[in-house]
């Protein structure tokens, strides 16, 4: 019987973990501040073991070094090969015959090259296998710096690893399936296919017995949501793969293809309402690409949330165009409260030209006015940076965003994700620099182009920051004083000398009526400003004087 180990490498950087920068999430631990890395549960490896487990029997185990590395206290390893050595040594006593890493993130790069390395030392014997969006893009890379996988896998993995699992002669099978990458194979030239699941139901309920669930709230997504109170018993579910959209900076299409497939309404309900009933989730965390492509599907499973009561999450942004009022209505009516709006640029000439989203900026201004119309939280995703996009379309989108009720912005630089449009794209400008794709995890700026640097870029994602979600804030704006503060107490515990949050706590304190306090901010940004030349700048740019 076969003994599989599931392995999810640290999908951020020693260097970023050990000697995180402030816009990375800093966590304290004993004192010491290391980077923070999100982990949800992997649908991947869950549903990859349940579908294996349907056909075959084997045992299965996810050591998952996201959960690890953010449950340590005081990481005293020297790096992460020696954590990972410790770890796959010392701490995990199974001794696996395949080994599955699955790596998603481009940031992770390194990791899975270490973690294989690590595995081969140990487990001579094993296979050793990957699969997620950079083996998928980076096969040849991959190759070319290691010499211990057996085999990489392009696309979705559920049929290519039982195929693999059951074959007698490994070599044969690999050399053989058109979703196996192998050095051989690309030595030949040839070119590989996906071999997808048509009909989702084919897999079983995801094997959620892989992962600890408390583990999975010390970092998920969600704690950045304000309206989610409970962060515990959460629990990630995917009703569909695919997306049929274009956008030019993802790269999802690359693993899932474009064609959109999904599980069956009746194989929703029955897994959701055990999620429920059975494993008592408090929250269902839908991560579907694009969770509205069939509107009347999903008004469907949103029926069934509001039938189990329990609370729904749309982590990916939904979609702005399919966010109809009777969408929404129907959202709120279940529960919904915090929805993030996937709005991208306020630009209208960076979404259409450049990032080739079938949106408009009316679209955007009647879904943010809806939202706020119906006490539905929103915070919309933004991009800056794009390839050929200029600092007039950048100050063109700052004057319109200005305008919206959207409650908060999370404003990321454009990154050219491995596999996706704006990749070949740079590469071909010469807009970035090859190896750069390891920093590709939206924090970073990476594009040069003739209209901007990545200096630039950074400096105006940070201006951006303070001027939509502070200096300009729409709650503040529309007079919803208690919200616009609860936003800027948020900024000010997670960064303590935020010199602009207290100023624009101090103005909603005072329009509350509470003086006292609104004098105690005003103090305390003034000494700030006073202090630090960063605020100050700041101060001066916003022309803040106290
Ligand atoms: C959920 C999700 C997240 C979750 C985390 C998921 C997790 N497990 O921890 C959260 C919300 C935290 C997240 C965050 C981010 N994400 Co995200 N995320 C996703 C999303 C929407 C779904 C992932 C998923 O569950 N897929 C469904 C399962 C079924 O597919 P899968 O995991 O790929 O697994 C299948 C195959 O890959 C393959 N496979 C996988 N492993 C293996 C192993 C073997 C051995 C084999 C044979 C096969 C195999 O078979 C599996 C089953 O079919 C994907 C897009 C997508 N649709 O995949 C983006 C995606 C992975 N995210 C992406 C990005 C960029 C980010 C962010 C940087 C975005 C941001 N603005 O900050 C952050 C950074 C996260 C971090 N490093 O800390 C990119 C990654 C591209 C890249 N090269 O880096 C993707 C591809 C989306 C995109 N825009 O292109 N993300």
């Known amino acids: 019987m076969d003994k599989i180990l599931f392995i999810i490498p640290p999908s951020i950087r020693f260097s970023d973990f050990i000697y995180p920068t402030t816009n990375a999430r800093l966590k304290k631990r004993k004192g010491r501040l290391y980077g923070n890395v999100l982990a949800d549960m992997p649908i991947g490896t869950m549903s990859l073991s349940s579908y294996i487990k349907k056909h075959l029997k084997v045992k299965t185990k996810l050591v998952d070094f996201n959960i690890l590395i953010n449950k340590v206290d005081d990481f005293k390893h020297v790096s992460f090969h020696d954590f990972f050595e410790d770890t796959l040594s010392k701490q995990i006593k199974y001794k696996p015959t395949v080994i599955c890493i699955s790596c998603l993130f ?67 099978f690999l050399a053989g399936h058109p979703s196996w990458i192998t050095k051989n194979k690309i030595k030949a030239g040839k070119s590989f296919r996906f071999d997808f699941i048509e009909n989702l139901d084919e897999i079983p309920f995801y094997d ?110 939904l979609a702005l165009y399919t ?77 319109f965003l200005k305008t919206l009720s ?23 400008k010469n807009y970035i620099d090859k190896n750069s ?45 208690r919200d616009a503060l609860d936003g800027f107490l948020n900024a000010i515990k997670a960064k303590p000398d935020h010199a602009i949050a207290f100023y624009c706590a101090s103005r909603c304190y005072q329009k509350l009526g509470k003086t006292k306090q609104a004098q105690i901010y005003r103090k305390k940004a003034k000494e700030i400003i006073n202090k630090s030349p960063f605020w100050k700048n700041y101060a001066d740019k916003f022309k803040i004087s106290i």
């Open 106 to 172: 481009s940031p992770a790069y390194q990791n899975l090259l270490t973690i294989a390395h690590v595995c081969k030392e140990i487990f001579p014997k094993a296979h050793i296998l990957a699969g997620g969006a950079l083996p998928t893009n980076n096969y040849r890379q991959i190759y070319a710096q290691s010499e211990d996988f057996t085999g990489l896998c392009y696309g979705e993995g559920e049929k290519p690893i039982l195929g693999f699992l059951q074959a007698k002669d490994k070599t044969r």
């Open 323 to 399: 966010l109809t009022r009777d969408v929404l209505e129907a959202l709120k009516d279940a529960g919904v409260n915090h929805l993030v709006l996937a709005v991208e640029s306020g630009s209208q000439r960076v979404l259409t030209q450049l990032m080739h989203k079938p949106l408009t900026l009316e679209m955007v201004k009647r879904v943010a006015s809806d939202c706020r119309d119906l006490g539905i939280y929103t915070d919309a995703n933004l991009i800056i940076g794009m390839p050929g996009e200029t600092k007039k379309d950048i100050s063109d989108a700052r004057r």
């Open 406 to 428: 959207i409650n908060w912005y999370r404003i990321s630089t454009a990154t050219p994700l491995v596999g996706s449009d704006i990749y070949k794209l740079c590469l071909n």
């Open 208 to 317: 959620y017995g892989l992962c600890n669930v408390d583990d999975y709230s010390l970092s998920p997504a969600i704690i950045a949501y304000s309206a989610v109170k409970e962060k515990a018993r959460n629990f990630h579910v995917m009703t569909s793969r695919g997306c049929n959209f274009h956008c030019t900076f993802c790269s999802s299409h690359t693993v899932h293809g474009r064609r959109l497939r999904y599980f069956s309404l009746e194989r929703v309900r029955a897994d959701l309402t055990r999620l429920v009933k059975k494993y008592h989730a408090h929250t269902l965390i839908f991560q579907d690409d694009h969770f509205l492509a069939d509107k009347e599907r999903a008004l469907k499973i949103i029926a069934i949330v509001k039938e189990l009561k329990v609370k729904a999450v749309f982590q990916n942004g």
């Open 437 to 481: 794709f390891e920093n590709c995890h939206y924090k970073k700026a990476v594009i040069t182009t003739e209209d901007f640097t990545p200096e630039y870029i950074e400096e105006m994602q940070y201006f951006l920051n303070l001027e939509l979600n502070f200096v300009e804030n729409s709650d503040y704006r529309l007079g919803n004083y």
